[in-house]
T-cell receptor
């Protein structure tokens, strides 16, 4: 059963700590994305990767880092430099971002709360 | 600067009637427009899309209309069903990048 798996579903972090959110896909999609959702603001792009070992900053990359060592995996690290990390984080993937409508498949999300 | 705007945060509609969701955009370079549906604590799921060269696309109960001159699109759901109660996001594609609106929460009343 193909899809995107995000873990953990809920995460609590103390201020000053880094935390890594996992995202794994078995859809054989080339591109992967990280979005952040805040109330009333829709989804904002943090980072994206079109191929392995390559990634680009999105609109709100400050305080975040990513890696893309494998096609299936695109972990997101929320560093202590991120000033407002409490949010709902969504990972997504797409088969070919340059072909037609770039339909993204999303994971179920990870909710991060900073205490 | 938000390039995709959904100005109605919520919509309440009676079961069986039509739901109309609106979306405005500012970037004339967007080549595709998409609608996603999201339930609480889940990721969005793709509903329907439309190319910028079309003005209408229909899929079952869902129809999307695009007015390029007004930079406006709308999603019509008819008839509305209880399972349609969710948050609906409008999104616009510029090459590989999707920009999303803030969402409209639809509540279908029995």
């Amino acid at each position: 059963d193909g899809g995107i798996t995000q873990s953990p579903k809920y995460l609590f972090r103390k201020e000053g700590q880094n935390v890594t959110l996992s995202c794994e896909q078995n859809l054989n999609h080339d591109a992967m994305y990280w979005y952040r959702q805040d109330p009333g603001q829709g989804l904002r792009l943090i980072y994206y990767s079109q191929i392995v070992n390559d990634f680009q900053k999105g609109d709100i990359a400050e305080g975040y880092s990513v890696s893309r060592e494998k096609k299936e995996s695109f972990p997101l690290t929320v560093t202590s430099a991120q000033k407002n990390p409490t949010a709902f984080y969504l990972c997504a993937s797409s088969r070919d971002p340059n072909s037609g409508a770039n339909v993204l498949t999303f994971g179920a999300g990870s909710r991060l709360t900073v205490l | 600067d938000q390039q995709v705007k959904q100005n109605s945060p919520s919509l309440s509609v009676q079961e069986g009637r039509i739901s109309i969701l609106n979306c405005d955009y500012t970037n004339s370079m967007f080549d595709y427009f998409l609608w996603y549906k999201k339930y609480p604590a889940e990721g969005p799921t793709f509903l329907i899309s439309i190319s910028s060269i079309k003005d209408k696309n229909e899929d079952g109960r869902f129809t999307v209309f695009l007015n390029k001159s007004a930079k406006h699109l709308s999603l019509h759901i008819v008839p509305s069903q209880p399972g349609d109660s969710a948050v609906y996001f409008c999104a616009a594609s510029d090459d590989y990048k999707l920009s999303f609106g803030a969402g409209t929460t639809v509540t279908v009343r029995a």
